[in-house]
Every structure is written in C-alpha cells, then in structure tokens.
C-alpha cells in the first residue's frame, strides 16, 4: 500500500470572469493541509499563494484573475506521511478568436476534409464530428495533433475542436459546418 497522500484529480467546479473555483480529489490525505498557488500559463513569475480561510479545506476560489488568460493551478496537499503537487490550467472567459481554426475543402468524391489547428501550447487538442442535428457527445472525442486532416466528412456534419489539460477541457468549441453548396 501506497504512503502518503496522493492527488486524483483537480476540477475545476466553476469560472467566472475573474475567479476559479477548484476541487481537489485526494487519497490517503485525513487530516491534510491544503496550500493553493497560481500563476499566468507560461509565466516565470513567483507562484502566488491563495490565502484561505480553511487550510483543511479541499476546495478553494481563486479570485483577481483576469478575463481571457490561461492560469496555471498548483495544488500541494501535506499531511505527517508526507506531501504531493499537482497542477492544472483553467482558461477564463471565451476562447480567444483563432484559438482553433479549420481549413476545409471537397475532395471531389462526395467528401471533404478539414485540418484542425490551434495556436495553443500545452494542451491536448481534441475533435469529433457530429451529422445533422445531433449533438456533441463527451465519450466521442478523438485527439488530434495541430495540422492533422480529419478526412471522410459529409454534407451537413459539423466538426468540433476543443482543447484539454489531461484534466479540464475548454468550455468553449471551435467548430466548422460542412456544406456541398
């Protein structure tokens, strides 16, 4: 058996345009401190730690961010076995324009094809495409890699891009409809 507290997962319960609220999923952690850190996604700045009214609490809002950016979150949790870190992103507000782009065109054969691309470092692209009036399915997300052609796609199919941390995905969608016009 494993010693120590571990982290299973950090979620991201809530955003706003200026705040976060977290939840950390522990095991082996009775008992354990909780220090909350943020900073800017690819920034070298110190990590600012959250002050909280409860160190024994395993959630947490992070307030005075900033609409538009990307935050990275560090989680450290710390009981007498010792401690674990963990981090994740969250993205405040929409996807900025061009965040996920699509270039499609017919191949002439009754199909197209679109290349999914993202200006985005760090994280997991992701796509899935949906016919008609269907809707987006969380289980249906394929990974794709920036510059990847998705091919075999029909009139009227629309193809949805997102971006994903290992952990959270973006609440946004970039998306482009498929039309034989």
Known sequence: ELAG???KEIKVLEETTNSASIEVITVNAEGATYTYEYRLTGSEEEWIKVETEDEKSNTCIINELTEGETYDIRVTV???DGSVTRKTSVHLGELPEGTITFESEWVGDGTATTTINTS???????YQVVGGEGAI?????????????????HHNETVYGRLFDGINES????????KDE
């Open 5 to 7: 507290p571990r982290i």
């Open 78 to 80: 710390t009981t007498n």
């Open 120 to 126: 985005e470092e760090g994280y997991t692209l992701q």
């Open 137 to 153: 399915v969380d289980t249906a997300w394929q990974i794709a890699t920036s510059g990847q052609t998705i091919e075999g796609l």
């Open 171 to 178: 609440k946004d969608y970039g998306s482009i409809a498929i």
